[in-house]
């Protein structure tokens, strides 16, 4: 049965703004960082009940295992809100140091059909020091946060670690995690940091960060967000790296470049450059988190990401041994209603 959300907001919303889904993304955002821009409002959100599933995990506890993947809430308005709508946890950015506008529109693109979006969005975001900012007003967060950071687009490669750190220094202190983003398509270079050398540089100089400004309760936890279409070599490449460098976590996966498992519909649409997510990227993504599973093992836990659309899916992502899950596809086309369903499944199941 389709689920009310799907049914009637889904359709007002996927037609709002002229049925641009950039519109209707900033609409849906500005609704839900409204819902919480106050002392009252926000007290009032969570009291809301939510799903309980309580999970630990790098020394963090979840509330429940289902988190909102990065992308979704970029300068971090709107963390009362995803609690109240069930999340678990909300990984926030991704930010760079430098404030910038991202590619140009258009830069979204929904593939119904296909249960799909191709995104090109390019990092569009207000900087590192207005989330931490941003972060400082809102005062403690419902559930724990997460904090995406990746490379601006005018710094180059050469400069990428001074450009993470810097961004690290100012975001630190609101961080429950933070999500070393090298996997999104559409920063020019940006995967070339996943390569060992350039990786070793990067990850070397942010733990080194973490561990002198630790606290009592020890570093912020560092995670790897990685890319579908690495290699098996690439990935343990990766992976060792990882390890030596004292990261806590792995987060597989984030878009792919490929283009395959379009409905027929929507391959007019396998031309427009960026990364796809949603259900052609799901077999990919629980195949990477297997595969991390059975190299690292306990060393480095996996939060699973990509293609989640249903219970079934985030199921699957469990058994491949994923920790956690998120989801930025699956919301937009099942809402918060479908976050609830998983939390509740992942509580029968685990
Ligand atoms: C419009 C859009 C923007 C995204 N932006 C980011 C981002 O800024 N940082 C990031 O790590 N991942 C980003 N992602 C990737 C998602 O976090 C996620 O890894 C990917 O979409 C696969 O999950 P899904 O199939 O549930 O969407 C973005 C995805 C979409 C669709």
Partial sequence: ??????????KALFASGGGDPEAAHHRTIRILEQAGDSPRRRAALAKLPRPSAPTTLFGIRFPNPVGLAAGMDKDAVAIPAWGALGF???????VTWHPQPGNPAPRLFRLVESEAIINRMGFNNRGAQAMAARLAALGPAPVPVGISLGKSK???VSGATEDYL????????????????VSSP?????????????????????????????????PVPLLVKIAPDLTDDAVAEVIEVCATRGVAG????????SRGGLAPSDLSRAGEAGGLSGRPVHAMAVRTVAFVVKEAG???????VGGILDPD????????????VQLYTGFVYGGPGLVRRIARAGAAHR
């Fill in 313 to 324: 899916d985030a199921q699957r992502m469990f058994d491949a041994g994923a920790r956690l």
């Fill in 186 to 218: 559409n920063t020019p270079g940006l995967r070339s940091l996943q390569d060992r050398s350039a990786l070793d540089e990067l990850l070397s100089a942010l733990r080194g960060h973490t561990v002198a400004a630790a606290g009592p309760g020890g």
């Fill in 298 to 304: 306990d060393a480095l836990p996996v939060i699973g």
């Fill in 88 to 94: 678990g946890f909300v990984e926030v950015g991704t």
């Fill in 154 to 156: 005018v710094t180059p």
């Fill in 166 to 181: 810097n961004s690290l220094k100012v975001l630190l202190p609101y961080a429950d995690y933070i999500a070393v983003n």
């Fill in 1 to 10: 049965m389709r689920s009310a959300y799907t049914a009637l907001t889904r």
């Fill in 250 to 257: 792995i987060i597989a996966t984030n878009t792919t470049i």
